[in-house]
Nanobody, 120 residues
Framework: QVQLVESGGDLVQAGGALRLSCAAS????????MGWYRQAPGKQRELVAV???????EYAASVKGRFTISRDNAKNTVYLQMNSLKPEDTAVYYC??????????????WGQGTQVTVSA
């Protein structure tokens, strides 16, 4: 099994910055993509950013140019640097990792979520 531990969520004023971290541990044969999703109250969970094992990235249009996703493969950790935060970025942010605990199967794993609140 793979466990994910997230950190970095906080209350911040509009225009501020936060850095989220998500560390994967446990039985890990390999990790494919790592990403961040968010869910605001009353809304569906949406993709924020994803990074592949090769380093290719994809961002939601609403965060492009403000957020940067990166990963440290040696530490099995993914980061989300969030700059120029807006009140509409307020949500619970979830880490997602697509990994193989053994060579046979690949699964999606989710973190417990970390709250990001941006005040106007």
């Amino acid at each position: 099994q793979v466990q994910l531990v997230e950190s970095g969520g906080d209350l911040v004023q509009a225009g501020g910055a936060l850095r989220l971290s998500c560390a994967a541990s446990g039985s890990i044969f390999s990790i494919n993509s790592m990403g961040w999703y968010r869910q605001a109250p009353g809304k569906q969970r949406e993709l924020v950013a994803v990074i592949t094992s090769g380093g290719a990235t994809e961002y939601a249009a609403s965060v492009k140019g403000r957020f940067t996703i990166s990963r440290d493969n040696a530490k099995n950790t993914v980061y989300l640097q969030m700059n120029s935060l807006k009140p509409e970025d307020t949500a619970v942010y979830y880490c997602n990792v697509r990994a193989r605990p053994t060579w046979q199967y690949e699964y999606d794993y989710w973190g417990q979520g970390t709250q990001v609140t941006v005040s106007a």
